[in-house]
């Protein structure tokens, strides 16, 4: 059985029996989706890169020590950590997170596109253009769950345990959010291209 066979519990295991290897794949496994959550709050790429690494050394030495106790949320614990670590570094920098594209990145590259037409393209990206424009007007915890549920694909689920809130209060967010893009969208009657 090849190690990208094995649950992230058996993963855990055979990397606390010696086998790094185990948390390679560990890392493989998850680094698109920890990697993405983590530059969707920082929005810079080396900054992101860091904090990756940073979260991976944190979680290297909670399974070392045996602090780790599987409940069969290995991804959902790692994302917690990583957001953890985003807001401590917001806390020391006094600065609160945008989510503004820069030069190096842009949050529509972090969705997927299948092969379109050049109109279809130019009717997309008009679109991603004026949502985006909508989501950065949003409240930080509304944006923060939006970002997460549509452009890094969480459950709700993974979404309060990341935040560490309840998931009727990440839904609630969520809600909330949505009622006020309607509003910003009627307030400033913008019709969003089809």
Request: net charge neutral.
């Amino acid at each position: 059985m090849q190690l990208s066979e094995f649950t992230d519990k058996d993963l855990v295991s055979k990397y606390l029996g010696g086998n790094n290897a185990a948390l390679e794949m560990l890392i493989l496994r998850h680094k698109s989706k920890i990697f993405t959550s983590i530059l969707i709050l920082v929005k810079d790429k080396d900054l992101a890169e860091d904090i990756f690494q940073e979260t991976f050394i944190k979680v290297i030495n909670t399974l070392r020590n045996g602090s780790y106790h599987e409940e069969g949320k290995f991804l959902p614990w790692v994302i917690r950590i990583a957001h953890n670590l985003v807001i401590d570094h917001f806390r020391k920098s006094k600065r609160m997170p945008m989510v503004r594209d820069t030069e190096d990145y842009s949050i529509m590259e972090t969705l997927k596109l299948h092969e379109d037409n050049i109109e279809d393209k130019l009717i997309k990206n008009r679109i991603h253009e004026q949502v985006r424009m909508l989501v950065d007007l949003l409240p930080l915890e509304q944006r923060e769950v939006v970002i997460m549920r549509h452009f890094a694909n969480m459950s709700f689920k993974e979404i309060s345990e990341c935040t560490q809130v309840s998931i009727n209060t990440a839904l609630g967010r969520m809600r909330y959010a949505l009622i006020n893009l309607r509003k910003i969208v009627d307030e400033k009657e913008l019709v969003l291209v089809q």
